[in-house]
């Protein structure tokens, strides 16, 4: 299972707007993934997606996306099935909540801590 190919942005009162790129009607699991691609805008990550993991029902459990800002690749966890062990950080969407809000130098210093400390988690 792939992802739906979405065009997401926000709008001028920072309001996400989303659409698939194939016309056909936003799905729950769209609109969850909207979300997490505006986040991942948000805090200076990419949508890029690198791999997928797949979870129980062929449900998408990980992603691995190419970060330009972080100069690295890293896991966005959906849920708490294990990504491989390849040494990136792994970031839950809570935690793209909580930088969301940050400059893009507080998120490259997460990211530091998260590689040297694997398995952290932000917290506010």
């Not at 100069?71 to 839950?92: K, S, T």
């Not at 969407?93 to 590689?115: A, F, G, P, Y």
């Amino acid at each position: 299972m792939k992802l739906a190919a979405l065009d997401v942005r926000r709008d001028d009162h920072g309001h996400i707007q989303a659409r698939r790129f194939d016309g056909r009607p936003m799905t729950a699991a769209d609109r969850k993934e909207a979300r997490i691609i505006a986040l991942l805008q948000t805090t200076g990550l990419s949508r890029w997606i690198a791999d997928e993991v797949l979870s129980r029902g062929n449900k998408l459990g990980a992603m691995k996306f190419c970060s330009p800002l972080l100069n690295d690749h890293v896991w966005i966890v959906r849920d708490a099935r294990p990504v491989p062990a390849d040494g990136l950080a792994r970031y839950d969407v809570d935690e793209l909540e909580i930088l969301e809000s940050k400059t893009s130098e507080q998120v490259v210093n997460v990211h530091k801590v998260k590689l040297a400390f694997p398995g952290c988690k932000v917290i506010q």
